[in-house]
């Protein structure tokens, strides 16, 4: 089976920084797209910033110009760097991946359990 593992979440004052990563294990052939995504209490579940393969990025346009995300493919990991973090980025984090575990096969979505971001003085 395949695991998303995140960490690097916490408590953070406003205008610091945090840096999330996410790794890939289990029967991996392939992974295509890589992102982030984050939902707070009683709101759907939003998109962050998402990253290919090749390493084209797209951003939500309340992050844009604060976080980057980046992918390592030999480790099978994506990074979310959040910079100028507000109260309003205060949310639980899901790192989401398109995994093919087999040659021939489409990629399946799977994600992580989630890690808390809190901002907060």
């Known amino acids: 089976q395949v695991q998303l593992v995140e960490s690097g979440g916490g408590l953070v004052q406003p205008g610091g920084s945090l840096r999330l990563s996410c790794a890939a294990s289990?029967?991996?052939?392939?992974?295509?797209?890589m992102a982030w995504y984050r939902q707070t209490p009683g709101k759907q579940r939003e998109l962050v910033a998402a990253i290919t393969r090749g390493g084209n990025a797209n951003y939500a346009a309340s992050v844009k110009g604060r976080f980057t995300i980046s992918r390592d493919n030999a480790k099978n990991t994506v990074y979310l760097q959040m910079n100028g973090l507000t109260p309003e980025d205060t949310a639980v984090y899901y790192c989401n991946a398109a995994i093919t575990t087999r040659a021939m096969l489409g990629a399946d979505d799977y994600w992580g359990q989630g890690t808390q971001v809190t901002v907060s003085s």
């Open positions: 289990g029967r991996i052939f392939s992974i295509n797209d």
